[in-house]
């Protein structure tokens, strides 16, 4: 199947270089945490996955919500993305944390949500690969 949209980066010298889309819209220094050791200036690979997962599942509730006709315009997406050792190398665990809005009762919330994480491709192409937790809020 042919691509509906197609993003490139380059990163040069791992955690402590740089990030370049190919259109030049993001250009960032890149620097290990602090808890990993570095100096914490710049971001990393953490910070990024996050930032684009929190993003890509907003939109797929939104996505949800509006095919159920319920109002979650006003939700807000938190990722946060640890990444631990594992045997030999390392590996991520994420837990995604939806606050929705007041109007939205606990039982469409879950099951938004949760249709959400079949939508989101970033929950598809975790899925089997690293534990993600939903966590309503």
Do not use: W
Request: charged share 20%; proline share 4%.
């Amino acid at each position: 199947m042919d691509a509906l949209y197609t993003a490139a980066a380059t990163a040069t010298h791992g955690r402590e270089g740089r990030a370049v889309t190919s259109d030049g819209k993001l250009d960032l220094q890149l620097g290990m945490p602090v808890e990993l050791g570095g100096n914490g200036q710049g971001t990393n690979p953490e910070q990024l996955f996050a930032a684009g997962y929190a993003a890509c599942f907003g939109s797929a509730l939104a996505l949800v919500g509006r095919q159920a006709k319920a109002d979650v315009s006003d939700a807000a997406v938190t990722a946060e993305v640890g990444l631990r050792k594992e045997g030999e190398g390392f590996a991520l665990a994420v837990t995604l944390r939806v606050e929705l809005p007041a109007t939205v009762d606990e039982a469409t919330g879950r099951k938004l949500v949760e249709q959400a994480h079949q939508v989101c491709p970033y929950s598809n192409a975790t899925r089997g690969n690293i534990p993600v937790e939903l966590v309503i809020e």
